[in-house]
């Protein structure tokens, strides 16, 4: 390193997503990995992908490799537009095409956030958007959440108290708990960020991803002001690799995310924005994502039948959509040092200490289905099982 | 907008860049465009990336829709390993896969600035670039340049003075100048980056479009310690609307950047890495770029005949390659107030000003020769020169 470097400060105590580091670790063939949120496999629709590319690059080739338009190659941003008021139930005054919903938040939080700025986030949450936030150099304020998702007594508490410019939420199948926030609540969430000016970022990754219940309302359709930005992703649900998210909301908070993803990357690939958008347009969405609820939701049967063979004392959440199952471990049992243990036996998970934006929790852990076999969710499982007994 | 929303500071006095707003202007489909810096449709290579998209989906799909490393795709990574080490002669320890060089900038930024923190610009300079370093809250230090690039004692003076964090050099037929950085002047920079704990963000995008002379060694080349980082693009020689571009130097700054890169986008698309890996894998690279240089060549030299028969007191540089010509016209003409004169007359350009990091120089303009034909060229110069005359 060159002698002497002067680093910013932002990243003053930040050491990298726990999760990508973990990722490199169980980089081998034969482990069994409840880590991460990969999609399975055969979720991902590579022969689709591979006609629809070569065709979109034939027939408006000079235009995708073309630079584009910071505000999205244009016939994707028609067709999210109605794709969007499909998924939200309301009309939206603007989309934002993103490369992945990674940046949605990073825009976000670029168009909000000063250094020392609070932001309030559900307790725990995700990992690499509370990440972000730190590198904003913002104030993470958890708000605590019951079995419903957050306690609106607290978070309006917390909006008092600590005048925040953004609340954070997952409200399907919440990332890494699985929970869902309560369809009563959302409407209650929508009327205290207008009355105390904060914007709502909406973070939905999961919600197609139901596999009991009902769907429920986005915070964003109770939304009369426009203090709610929806953050959406088709990570999910056609492919994490493309990296094509949006960010649907507001005309002038989204025109300020625009301004700043002019300097973050110019705009996002057109080829990719060109798959998505024709992925919409031949209505192959519908189908494929019948066909991943139905896969998934054996797989997260399976593994909560594994759960239930474990010893008194575990505690873990039954979600009825999305990719995590939440795992609570008795008092003192510690999964930062059960870890290294399980990737000994060929099977990785994700401390649950991580996702806390106050650190604390070391008995509770995060567990994925939907990127293993029933086959390795049994051997997995079986292994952690012995390993706590 | 809802009332009372708060942005964040480093907004205050953006206003987006000039080139992304004049772009809207002119999408009239007979407009001249001397305006951006678009490759000529005819450089795009739209049947090779259709086969070539096709091929890597279906022999890669399943890697290439899943979730990447931070890191880049990993056959991606290694041809680029091979590439950067011919282009920059000289090994380089580390290389990190952008969404465009535009990302290599912020997050080379995103690693180094804290607010107030000094960069050292060329006057003028790119303006995207600028842009980015503005939102980071830098101080921008512009260092004076003469036909041969940065002048060294003004830069040593800048480094002495203002304790900079980066110097921030296009030494290759400069955007907006054209002007290229003397050989003897590269490794001088080196020696002073060294001397001074600065790192040079040496951004080298027109680097193959060379029409006359000799390739120049990069200031990477002379560096021994690590200050310099050299930021790469595909976007002139394959496709900017690919958005893949690439970090290359100090292992240690890389890694800081690797890690606010998985908070800014996650990874950059698997896709569009595997095409321009196979793009240089399938050795496509040198004959496009000969029959690109050689189109361009033209177009450069029948621009520079056009602007030999603009009124005397008219001046512009005679670039050696790259995209661009600097044209100053005579004090007192202001070519903000002639743009919409032009565009009326179908033809636009960047007013100059907008390259200055403190603004004024009125009188400059950018000309952009790749992305016109040569009857564009004679019809849109006559246009201007007639409006000059």
């Known amino acids: ?105 990073d825009l976000l939080c670029k168009a909000m956030i000063d250094p020392g700025d609070a932001i309030l986030v559900e307790d725990p949450s995700f990992l690499g958007n509370l990440q972000c936030m730190k590198l904003y150099q913002a104030k993470l304020v958890p708000v605590p959440s019951d079995e419903n998702g957050l306690i609106p007594e607290a978070l309006e508490e917390a909006m008092r108290v600590h005048r925040p410019k953004i609340l954070y939420v997952i409200p399907n199948f919440q990332n890494p708990t699985g929970k869902t926030l309560a369809a009563e609540r959302r409407p209650l969430i929508a009327e205290l960020a207008a009355r105390y000016q904060v914007v709502v970022a909406e973070d939905d990754p999961y919600r197609d991803l139901r596999y009991t219940g009902e769907f429920l309302p986005s915070i964003k359709s109770y939304d009369t002001e426009g203090w709610v930005v929806f953050l959406g992703s088709f990570s999910k649900i056609i492919s994490p690799g493309m990296r094509v998210g949006y960010l649907a909301g507001d005309a002038d908070i989204v025109r300020k995310c625009t301004l700043g993803k002019q300097s973050s990357d110019l705009h996002t690939a057109n080829l990719t924005q060109a798959v998505v958008d024709r992925f919409l347009r031949e209505g192959l969405l519908p189908g494929h994502i019948a066909r991943i609820r139905k896969d998934y939701a054996v797989q997260c049967e399976a593994m909560l039948a594994e759960l239930a063979k474990f010893p008194e004392g575990v505690r873990y959440t039954k979600p009825e959509g999305g990719l995590f199952i939440w795992v609570e471990l008795p008092e003192g049992v510690n999964a930062l040092e059960l870890l290294p243990r399980a990737i000994e036996r060929k099977v990785a998970f994700v401390p649950g200490t991580h996702f806390y934006a106050l650190g604390g929790h070391e008995n509770t852990l995060r567990l994925n289905f939907s990127n293993s076999t029933l086959e390795q969710i049994h051997t997995g499982m079986t292994a952690l099982r012995e390993l706590l007994a």
């Open 1 to 105: 390193m060159p002698q002497n470097i002067r680093f910013a400060q932002r990243f003053n105590g930040i050491s990298g997503s726990a999760i990508r580091e973990i990722f490199k670790l169980i980089a081998q063939p034969d482990m069994i990995s409840f880590a991460g949120g990969n999609p399975s496999p055969s979720a991902l629709p590579d022969a689709e992908a591979a006609r629809i590319a070569e065709q979109v690059l034939r027939e408006d080739g000079k235009r995708i490799l073309q630079y584009g338009a910071t505000e999205g190659y244009p016939p994707f941003v028609e067709s999210l537009k109605g794709y969007v008021r499909q998924q939200l139930g309301t009309e939206v005054p603007a989309v934002l095409p993103v490369t992945g919903s990674t940046q949605a938040m």
